[in-house]
């Protein structure tokens, strides 16, 4: 599994252990291209491509809203992973 940051741009991202990204919402589409999507009454809303999965996570995380605090009750019903946080510097990429 890929290493991933819970936490970038001041946002908690959502983790997925099921997508190949690492999260949520998150699809690679091409070498080093990222797409970001949610579902919306049933159908996919694309929210852009992006140049690393971290770039299309907080892209999601800015359109659904942030993820739950890890080890809240809401991220463990939720499917969120509770590992210790790996924090990305702002504006790295």
């Known amino acids: 599994p890929p290493v991933v940051a819970t936490k970038a741009e001041g946002l908690r991202l959502h983790l997925s252990s099921s997508h190949a990204t690492g999260y949520k919402g998150v699809y690679q589409v091409a070498p080093g291209r990222f797409q ?8 996919n809303v694309t ?11 907080v892209a999601y995380a ?20 509770s590992a210790a946080p790996l924090e990305a510097a702002e504006g790295a990429a």
């Open 62 to 81: 800015r359109t659904v809203g942030e993820a739950p605090e890890a080890g809240s009750a809401v991220a463990a019903a939720a499917g969120q992973a």
């Open 36 to 43: 970001a999507q949610h579902r919306v009454a049933g159908r």
């Open 47 to 57: 929210l852009g491509r992006f140049d690393t999965a971290v770039e299309a996570a």
